[in-house]
Every structure is written in structure tokens, then in C-alpha cells.
């Protein structure tokens, strides 16, 4: 009898062990494992303008990305925003306006390599206002609001568009584009840099 509830015991005891293992804590190396490291970065990307040699606007933008040190892995983005919202007429009653959004957007991700690299993605969109064309404003019954010319001056809006992977060192700024704007014949050049954050 004895050695049957022995026997027993040992039988669901075997039975039973995988399920009870399931349940214990995972080991410290595993989770480990699963974590993603980053290394904090400060990335500058500065616009300059020029008007033949004379160098006549610097816009400079500064952000701050956390890194991932996989770059195997798809990182999130880092976005920036910067401008105001400018009228633009749409034609018809003196009051059929809609509003732009005017100045700079830049969107990043990053990784960074075993060999002290940055991997770089940058999509970056500048508009900016540049004199205006005179439009007519159609005539209403509330001409109140209306110019005494019965013209509204329309904004012209230049813009820039650009998108490149980098692969930075740190501390060596890279002119990553230069662009001529057709109709003004300014220059446009994009430097961008990074430094690690200690």
C-alpha cells in the first residue's frame, strides 16, 4: 500500500513538474536579453542662406534623440515644428479665406552603431513668405471688409523639401544639400551634426 501512494505521488509529481517550472520568475539574463539600450544624442541641423557669397540668414535647430543601439530595429520619430499659419484668399466673398502653415518641419529617427556611428534619417520641409501678388477680391454687399482697391494681397510661398539617411560621426558636421532657388537665385545649404549627451 505504502509503495503504491509512493508511486503515486512520484507519477503526478512528474506530471505536474513542467506546469509548475512554467510558473517561475524569469531569470535576470533574459530580460536583459529583451531590453533595447539607447544612447542620448543632441542632433543640429542648420539652414543657410545665401544671395551669391554674402551669407545673409542662419536658422538653427537642435533635437534631442534617444538612439537606438540596434539598428536592426525601426525607431520611433522625432518630430519638430516651427512657423506661423498665413491667410490665403480663396476667391469669392470677402470673408473666404483659409490659413497655410508657413516655416520649418523636420522629422528624425536615429540608431547608433558599435562603431561610434550615427544613423541618421531626416525628412525636412522649409516655407517661407516671399513678396505677394495682388488679387482680386470679388465684390459683395458687405464690402465693409474689403480693401478700398478692392485687391488682396496674396502671399508667395517658396519652399524647400528634402529627405536623406546620414551616417555621422560625432562632431563632424556634414553639408548634406545645396539648393538653388530657380526664381531668386538664393542658395540654400543644410549642415547637420550630433553630439552624444553625457
Known amino acids: 500500500m505504502k509503495k503504491a501512494v509512493i508511486s503515486l505521488a512520484m507519477l503526478l509529481f512528474g506530471i505536474l513538474s513542467p506546469f509548475c517550472s512554467a510558473q517561475d520568475k524569469p531569470k535576470a539574463e533574459d530580460s536583459q536579453k529583451s531590453e533595447v539600450r ?45 512657423g506661423s499659419r498665413v491667410p490665403i484668399y480663396l476667391g469669392g466673398t470677402a470673408g473666404n479665406m483659409t490659413y497655410m502653415d508657413v516655416g520649418t518641419n523636420i522629422d528624425a529617427r536615429s540608431a547608433y552603431t558599435s562603431e561610434g556611428r550615427l544613423l541618421l534619417y531626416l525628412k525636412i520641409e522649409r516655407s517661407w513668405v516671399e513678396g505677394g501678388a495682388s488679387v ?29 539617411d546620414l551616417k555621422l560621426r560625432e562632431g563632424q558636421p556634414v553639408e548634406t544639400t545645396m539648393a538653388t532657388d530657380p526664381l531668386s537665385g538664393k542658395v540654400l545649404k543644410v549642415d547637420v551634426s550630433f553630439t552624444i549627451v553625457k
Do not use: M
Open 136 to 164: 482680386p477680391v470679388a465684390k459683395s454687399d458687405s464690402s465693409a471688409s474689403e480693401t478700398s482697391s478692392g485687391h488682396f494681397q496674396e502671399p508667395i510661398i517658396r519652399q524647400f523639401v528634402s529627405e536623406f
Open 38 to 82: 539607447t544612447t542620448p544624442v543632441k542632433v543640429q541641423i542648420v539652414f543657410t542662406e545665401f544671395e551669391g557669397d554674402k551669407k545673409v540668414k542662419s536658422l538653427p535647430y537642435t533635437l534631442y534623440i534617444n538612439a537606438l543601439d540596434a539598428p536592426e530595429l525601426k525607431p520611433g520619430w522625432a518630430k519638430l515644428r516651427v
